[in-house]
């Protein structure tokens, strides 16, 4: 199992203790695991509950092979499939990049606005009633000793989103919380790396390639967004 491939951590070193040790994990997709991996990951942290934000369709191509005994929630932060952010079939950039080779500029068409998009999910009425959703499970598990991993595909955008908020009800400070969301560039410069030289390869576009590494790539600006919006919904 890789961790940075994964982009899994835990919660454990934000907020000076105020948040619980060893109950909360965040990740991208399980589906990259095997079965044994998932269950070597589940026994390691002892994990009890994964909450999942990703669309249901999303969810089914890309099933969390998880152990039996490990309560399995699905908390979409998304209603529809956006590129760059949810990773359903065809939606998926590399995927589309392949298709469109000879027109790979409709990609960049296709990016979404990544700060209306992190302003959406903490200010609309679905995005933020899942996010308190999911907030209050996280909790709820937390006070019964329960270790919940919760992820995205990535584990940058909704997982992000979603460490935000669960780190403000604690009353962790806005510069910890930040701390963690950049945090996700350590692991995923290499694997960004790597797509991008892919799509180097393919289009010969430098400008499509510098899209593509936006994308992948966590930003501050973004999360700051999310954190101030909220803040200002947030009773």
Known sequence: MNRRELNLRSLDEIGGGVVPKGLFLRSGKLSILTKEECLELCSKYHIKCVIDLRTPIESAEFQDPLPEGVEYLQIPLLKDATVGITHETGSDPMTIIKNLRRNPEKLKEMVPDFKALYYDVVTDEYGKSQL???VATLRRNAERGICTLYHCTAGK???GILSMALLKSYGVNDEEIIKDYMLTNR??????????LGIALMTRNWTLVKTAYNSFMAQRELIEIAIRHYDMTTP
């Open 132 to 134: 308190e959703k999911a």
């Open 187 to 196: 692991n995923a410069f290499l694997p960004t790396l790597k797509k991008c």
């Open 157 to 159: 955008d909704r997982t």
